[in-house]
């Protein structure tokens, strides 16, 4: 514990150096508490849910594998491959662990290959609310038991990426009632499809279309104007929620460009940069899911939604009283028509 070699300026014996080099004589030191957490962080991990919803051939596991760089989710982009894709809602989750500088992320993407592909979409928005809907349950069952785990297993989907097809008209009804519903239980965010097909009017034009259609049908997505919770707050999200849904584009293939490696898409016309501002929007969708918002997305789906699911689920068990042996009784009916 000593000091191997005595700093010049003389110190109280009784104060260890702050981090900061704080010499103030009231000083207590609870900054340190920031490198406890952060190691602790980095030690335990943490864990990360994300799903992508959309028509198939929209570009969502391109998408994915191009936000984390590396193939994290089933990659069908042959049209011969896509055929075999079914053509129905049927979802796929596969975990990764991402580690980074020291910090290790365990990250699950839930793809749904054929989110309306029927003729009728009727309630296909179902087998999706019934997944979030089980997460909820899975971590409450953890939560309420007598001796629970230290660190429940998080499997809840921290933030749903919708995929709107680039129409360049307006929301169909199957997009709103999707969002509708999804948004009441988990942070939607809406983003525009392999925007690349759309000219920058065009964008610009679809963009506002879908804005004034999600407030005339009250459809709040992610980050919802509520949830603020400063004004400092506000002004962030405000400056977020003029640009929602993000335009982006996807790629998975890297190019040479002015001896740089980029991830683009290689046209006629020269290469889409995906990861260039002035090219599409996808690097806004990445920093608000992994680095400006990760947290939050986390935070709201704890507090808020995670939070109502148990409030509903507690108060229909206490009908048949809760018994603390066997926690919940069976997984009520109802529980996944919101
Ligand atoms: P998914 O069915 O939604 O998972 O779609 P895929 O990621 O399998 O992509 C389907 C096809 O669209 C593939 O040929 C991709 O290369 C292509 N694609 C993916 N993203 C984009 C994009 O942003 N723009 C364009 N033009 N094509 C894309
Ligand atoms: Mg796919």
Redesign the pocket.
């Known amino acids: 514990m000593e000091p191997s070699a005595m700093p010049e300026e003389e110190m109280p014996p009784s104060v260890a150096p702050s981090p900061a080099g704080c010499q103030l004589f009231g000083y207590v030191g609870i900054e340190a508490v920031l490198d406890q957490m952060k190691i602790k962080t980095m030690k335990t991990g943490f864990e990360f849910n994300i799903m992508v919803v959309?028509q198939?051939?929209?570009?969502?596991?391109?998408?994915v594998n191009t936000l984390f760089k590396s193939k994290v989710s089933r990659?069908?982009?042959q049209p011969s491959q896509?055929e075999r894709?079914p053509k129905t809602v049927q979802l796929q989750s596969v975990t990764h662990v991402i580690e980074e500088k020291g910090v290790k992320m365990k990250l699950t993407v839930t793809?749904t290959?054929g989110f309306g592909d029927q003729i009728n979409n009727e309630n296909c928005w179902d087998p999706i609310i019934k997944y979030i809907n089980e997460q909820y349950e899975r971590y409450l069952r953890e939560e309420i038991l007598i001796t629970r785990k230290r660190k429940i297993p998080d499997t809840r989907v921290h933030g749903c990426v919708y995929?709107i097809p680039p129409t360049g008209h307006w929301l169909r009804p199957l997009d709103l009632e999707f969002m509708r519903r999804l948004s009441k239980i988990v942070n939607v965010v809406p983003v525009i499809?392999?925007?690349?097909?759309l000219t920058l009017e065009e964008r610009a034009e679809f963009k506002q279309q879908i804005q004034a259609d999600l407030k005339t049908h009250a459809i709040s997505v992610y980050p919802q104007e509520d949830f603020d919770q400063d004004p400092d707050d506000r002004v962030l999200n405000d400056r977020i929620r003029e640009k929602i849904p993000f335009a982006?584009?996807?790629?998975d293939q890297e190019h040479q460009v002015n001896g740089k490696r980029v991830l683009g898409?290689k046209t006629k016309w020269g290469i889409i940069e995906v990861e260039n501002p002035a090219h599409c929007e996808f690097p806004l969708l990445r920093d608000l899911l992994i680095r400006s918002h990760l947290q939050d997305l986390k935070d709201i789906t704890h507090n808020v939604h995670y939070e109502s699911y148990r409030v509903r689920r507690l108060n229909e068990s206490n009908r048949p009283a809760l018994s603390p042996l066997n926690g919940l009784p069976g997984k009520a009916e109802g529980s996944s028509d919101l």
């Open positions: 959309g198939s051939g929209l570009g969502k596991s391109t998408m990659k069908a982009s896509e894709i793809d290959p995929f499809a392999k925007a690349d097909t982006v584009v996807g790629a898409r």
